[in-house]
């Protein structure tokens, strides 16, 4: 079993900066891969990043590569999302969410844990 914490949202400006944080509690943390996700209102979830249990292997949506990076601190169990280079179409809940798989996930359905969410929003 895996409870996950997102922390680390907030509003911020175009083209501002965010840490957003995944707290991950159980003894097998190292052994997940995990993923950020993120819903807009009124639209569905969408995959943004994710990474393989190592760190090893990255992933991410085209509209965030280049200006978002996903890492991992196992012996910390966090998993960290920086954002940057912010737009007004990044603002969503962002979700963080693992899976007992070594690789990287790109599907929510391929995730067994999910968190509450931070709330992103960009202001112009």
């Known amino acids: 079993q895996v409870q996950l914490v997102e922390s680390g949202g907030g509003l911020v400006q175009t083209g501002g900066s965010l840490r957003l944080s995944c707290a991950a509690s159980?003894?097998?943390?190292?052994?997940?891969?995990m993923g950020w996700f993120r819903q807009a209102p009124g639209k569905e979830r969408e995959f943004v990043a994710a990474?393989?249990?190592?760190?090893?292997?990255?992933s991410y949506a085209d509209s965030v590569k280049g200006r978002f990076t996903i890492s991992r601190d196992n012996a910390k169990k966090m998993v960290y999302l920086q954002v940057n280079s912010l737009k007004a179409e990044d603002t969503a809940v962002y979700y963080c969410?693992?899976?007992?798989?070594?690789?990287?996930?790109?599907?929510?359905?391929?995730?067994?844990?999910w968190g509450q969410g931070t709330q992103v929003t960009v202001s112009s």
């Open positions: 990474i393989s249990w190592s760190g090893g292997s990255t």
């Open positions: 969410a693992a899976a007992q798989a070594m690789d990287v996930l790109l599907g929510g359905n391929e995730y067994d844990y």
């Open positions: 159980g003894r097998t943390f190292s052994s997940y891969a």
